[in-house]
């Protein structure tokens, strides 16, 4: 589980692809203190490190994966938000985050305004997912929180440290980002769902 707080930046160094897989290599200032078997959310993704060398980890995206999230466009170069899972005990900084992506979204507006920015987001709500205002979504693994909700879309505020410590200073019109929606809306349109049959 994590909380949606933004540990570190990674940059992918290397990708290698394996059948269906991507294995990628990702350098960060957290890579060496990293262990094989550790659960590290990459842009929203929980994925398993399976080696570390110096200050580069290594992990493995499967097919299942990829289809879901924007991991599959990521190239050497590429900047990924990195957070290691919530120790028991410590602070939930953000929300409940599993890492496990919903789908994605793809960026429709920037817009600089005093002293912070406003994003906005469309995603296929044909899948079931929703958002509302003043709760909690994920994007690209950071916990933002909902300033306006539509049935295919919303926006979120962005403070300048959060804008300066992730990959939301590279997004643009039309890039493509991961969502998760909250677990506690997804459990009550559930059980709404269940309770119509």
């Given at each position: 589980?994590?909380?949606?707080?933004?540990e570190?930046?990674?940059?992918v160094?290397?990708?290698?692809?394996?059948?269906?897989?991507?294995?990628?290599?990702?350098?960060s200032?957290?890579?060496?203190?990293?262990?094989?078997?550790q659960?590290?959310?990459?842009?929203?993704v929980?994925?398993?490190?399976?080696?570390?060398?110096?200050?580069?980890?290594?992990v493995?995206?499967?097919?299942?994966?990829?289809?879901?999230?924007?991991?599959?466009?990521?190239?050497?170069?590429?900047?990924?938000?990195?957070?290691?899972?919530?120790?028991?005990?410590?602070?939930?900084?953000?929300?409940i985050?599993?890492g496990?992506?919903?789908?994605?979204?793809?960026c429709t507006?920037?817009?600089?305004?005093?002293?912070?920015?406003?994003?906005?987001?469309e995603?296929?709500?044909?899948?079931?997912?929703?958002?509302?205002?003043?709760?909690?979504?994920?994007?690209?693994?950071?916990?933002?929180t909902?300033?306006?909700?539509t049935?295919?879309?919303?926006?979120?505020?962005?403070?300048?440290?959060?804008l300066?410590?992730?990959?939301l200073?590279?997004?643009?019109?039309?890039?493509?980002?991961?969502?998760?929606?909250?677990?506690?809306?997804?459990?009550?349109?559930?059980?709404?769902?269940?309770?119509?049959?």
């Open positions: 589980m994590f909380t949606g707080i933004i570190s930046l990674g940059t160094k290397e990708i290698q692809a394996d059948q269906g897989n991507l294995h990628f290599f990702i350098e200032d957290i890579s060496d203190e990293l262990k094989i078997d659960s590290i959310s990459h842009n929203g929980c994925l398993t490190v399976v080696g570390v060398e110096n200050q580069v980890h290594q493995t995206a499967i097919k299942e994966t990829l289809e879901k999230s924007n991991l599959k466009a990521l190239k050497v170069g590429d900047c990924v938000n990195l957070e290691r899972c919530m120790q028991i005990g410590g602070r939930l900084d953000g929300h985050v599993q496990h992506v919903d789908q994605t979204a793809i507006a920037v817009e600089a305004q005093d002293g912070s920015s406003l994003l906005t987001f995603y296929d709500s044909g899948l079931g997912n929703l958002t509302v205002e003043k709760g909690s979504v994920t994007v690209n693994g950071i916990s933002l909902v300033v306006n909700s049935r295919d879309g919303f926006s979120v505020a962005i403070i300048p440290y959060t300066a410590h992730t990959n200073k590279h997004l643009e019109i039309g890039s493509t980002v991961n969502l998760e929606f909250d677990i506690i809306g997804k459990y009550v349109a559930k059980m709404m769902e269940i309770r119509e049959v």
